[in-house]
């Protein structure tokens, strides 16, 4: 595939629920000429969330939804993304449960990011749960959304290794550290580049 550029690139919109870490590691990337994507909107469900202030650094349209009426909202979140030509969507610490028919009209759209090597722990507190087993390898995984919570096709997954005196603060961090990688990389895989 020939490298995109500028208003080439495939428009997408990121959508968090608080640090926006993956956010900022996501917006370096489309920095990068490689980069098939071009990031053109930031979308919270919470108006406190720190990832926001990204939208102003990096001069991105953001809209703050409180998701209280989820049919009522998505409708308006379809327009507004249809409105913005957007693409893709990159969920990023996104923390709620889009509907059915949501996923469905992008179906194949959608990529997840999640803090644990999927199939295994799905869901919230993946660390705790992942320490309490004694696991010896966590990781991370970048996924397709389908409508079952963090199910859907799997694009890319990064392992770390659990050491003795692992916690959830440490390990969060490492897998966090990693995230950060496996999501340009796994975007850059969907598009076979
Ligand atoms: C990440 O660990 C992500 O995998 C999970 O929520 C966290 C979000 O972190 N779904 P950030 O907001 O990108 O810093």
Do not use: W
Request: glycine fraction near 6%.
């Amino acid at each position: 595939m020939a490298i995109l550029t500028g208003s080439n690139k495939i428009r997408t919109a990121v959508f968090i629920s608080g640090n926006g870490s993956n956010l900022k590691s996501l917006i370096k990337f489309t920095k990068k000429k490689k980069s098939p994507i071009s990031i053109e909107l930031i979308i919270s469900n919470n108006l406190k969330a720190k990832g926001l202030k990204y939208g102003k650094i990096f001069k991105i349209k953001k809209k703050v939804f409180n998701f209280e009426n989820i049919k009522f909202t998505e409708n308006k979140l379809i327009s507004i993304l249809e409105k913005n030509e957007i693409k893709i969507i990159c969920l990023a610490g996104f923390m709620r449960i889009l509907s059915k028919s949501f996923i469905k009209k992008f179906k194949g759209k959608i990529l997840n990011i999640h803090p644990s090597l999927l199939p295994k722990y799905k869901g919230l507190n993946t660390h705790k749960r992942v320490l309490n087993n004694n696991e010896k390898y966590s990781g991370c995984t970048v996924h397709f959304v389908n409508s079952k919570l963090d199910s859907g096709k799997i694009i890319l997954q990064k392992k770390v290794k659990i050491l003795k005196n692992e916690t959830e603060e440490t390990l969060a961090k490492k897998v966090l550290i990693e995230e950060h990688r496996l999501y340009p990389k796994a975007i850059l895989k969907i598009f076979n580049l």
